[in-house]
């Protein structure tokens, strides 16, 4: 069965941080993988699509990048409103799948 | 910009048929795929399927038996049945526009299974 591995499952860190979340394919999608930004009560976002492509009116600080199997998300500078959680997700394979999420939290 | 906005009701009793409907403003529901996806507790995201403006659906598997997904272009909405509920389709459920590439969502409307 077809899998998608992220991690970290969560992560602290801080204001003007670095911060990097890794998706793995169990297959190879190409360039197949979309990163979304989900907030409590609100409609999820989507970040970046076409895996490195930043969607309109997203922060620069968002950044994506892979290709086959091994995928990134990368903030370059943490913000607090950043703090949420972030799936990766393909678009390759039906049924459409998503990682299991990373929780992100300011320290 | 594109507004999508679920609706239906919040408790549905085990056994019976949990229906929603997202209603599409600011843009027309005649093109484009309709994809709905729910949230489960503790469990992460799993796509249920999307619908074509002209109503060919294509389902997850897992839920392929128990799930119809159906578009009514006059109302600019689309629907979403799932029958014999379970404590296991408790979750938030998000209609979201796009065959796998999803840019508009609703908020998400919760939808606990419960007698």
């Known amino acids: 069965d077809f899998q998608m591995t992220q991690s970290p499952s969560s992560l602290s860190a801080s204001v003007g941080d670095r911060v990097t979340i890794t998706c793995q394919a169990s297959q190879d999608i190409k360039n197949y993988l979309n990163w979304y930004q989900f907030k409590p009560g609100e409609a999820p976002r989507l970040l970046i699509f076409d895996a490195s492509k930043l969607e309109t009116g997203v922060p620069s600080r968002f950044s994506g990048s892979g290709f086959g199997t091994d995928f990134t998300l990368t903030i370059s500078s943490l913000q607090p409103e950043d703090v949420a959680t972030y799936y990766c997700q393909q678009y390759d394979l039906l049924p459409r799948t998503f990682g299991q999420g990373t929780k992100l939290e300011i320290k | 910009q594109v507004h999508l906005q679920e609706s239906g009701p919040g408790l549905v009793r085990p056994s019976e048929t949990l229906s929603l409907t997202c209603t599409v403003s600011?843009?027309?529901?005649?093109?484009?795929?309709w994809a709905w996806i729910r949230q489960l507790p503790g469990s992460g995201l799993e796509w249920i399927g999307y619908v074509s403006y002209i109503g060919s659906a294509t389902y997850n598997p897992s839920l392929k038996s128990r799930v119809t997904m159906s578009v009514d272009t006059s109302k600019n909405q689309f629907s979403l049945k799932v029958t014999s509920v379970t404590a296991a389709d408790t979750a938030i459920y998000y209609c979201t526009r796009g065959g796998g590439t999803w840019q508009y969502w609703g908020q998400g409307t919760l939808v606990t299974v419960s007698s």
């Open positions: 600011a843009g027309s529901i005649s093109t484009y795929h």
